[in-house]
């Protein structure tokens, strides 16, 4: 029988998906912006290149480091706005950009097809990936402790965000729809791990992109003092 928390998130998953790939203003010209960083690389023209994860999982550092390694990375200036709202003096939750594209630009048919090549960052569910049966998705897959995940965002914006019990549970059903299907692969990458050892972890995921590229241009990047959200610092039954 599954938990009031399992049924909850199995209903928030699929809203989340509503409010991923549906423009909340269609009429807003600047949520239809896009742009891209130029490509130095020599990548496979027909793969969809990507990073997922919930929010607060370190998908954001991990966009900024396929640009500074020389990926052609594809966001929406506009969502810049997103950190200017929730930032202060004191608190930047992501100094090196958001690298998202807004609902507008992410519900378009086909999304997110038209990007191959490219990489392009998407939050939540990953449940409508239009099929790529040529060259398939590579999607580097940031993990966090759900409660340290929830905490950040807590952080960010102000105000509960999203339970624990929720993204574990929207994660595990997300890998078990990677699973399912034949043009996905996907690398799991656990943020805490990776700022600890980031040059091992990129040797990694350059192999499993396939693509080579100097490490060295994205150790600069990782920041350990953004990790402000720690489970062992966390006080006892915040979740409860």
């Not at 490509?39 to 550092?61: A, F, I, W």
């Amino acid at each position: 029988m599954e938990s009031s928390w399992t049924s909850f998130g199995i209903r928030e998953m699929s809203r989340m998906q509503e409010l991923t790939f549906r423009p909340t203003i269609p009429d807003d010209p600047e949520s239809r912006v896009e742009d891209s960083t130029p490509c130095t690389l020599e990548v496979d023209p027909t793969v969809n290149y990507m990073v997922g994860g919930m929010m607060r999982t370190g998908t954001s550092m991990m966009m900024d480091i396929m640009r500074a390694v020389g990926f052609s990375v594809v966001f929406n200036p506009g969502r810049q706005a997103t950190i200017d709202e929730n930032s202060d003096e004191h608190y930047n939750p992501n100094p090196g950009g958001l690298y998202e594209l807004s609902a507008a630009l992410m519900s378009r048919p086909k999304f997110p097809w038209m990007h191959r090549g490219k990489f392009v960052k998407t939050l939540g569910t990953l449940s409508t990936l239009y099929p790529n049966p040529e060259g398939g998705y590579k999607i580097i897959y940031m993990r966090r402790d759900p409660y340290e995940s929830a905490d950040s965002q807590l952080r960010f914006f102000g105000k509960p965000n999203q339970h624990p019990d929720l993204i574990a549970n929207t994660v595990d059903l997300t890998l078990r729809h990677f699973d399912n299907r034949r043009d996905v692969q996907f690398l799991e990458v656990w943020y805490r791990k990776f700022i600890d050892h980031p040059w091992a972890h990129l040797r990694v995921i350059q192999a499993f992109l396939g693509v080579e590229f100097d490490v060295l241009k994205g150790l600069p990047v990782v920041d350990r003092d953004l990790c402000r959200s720690k489970r062992e610092e966390l006080p006892e039954g915040v979740w409860e």
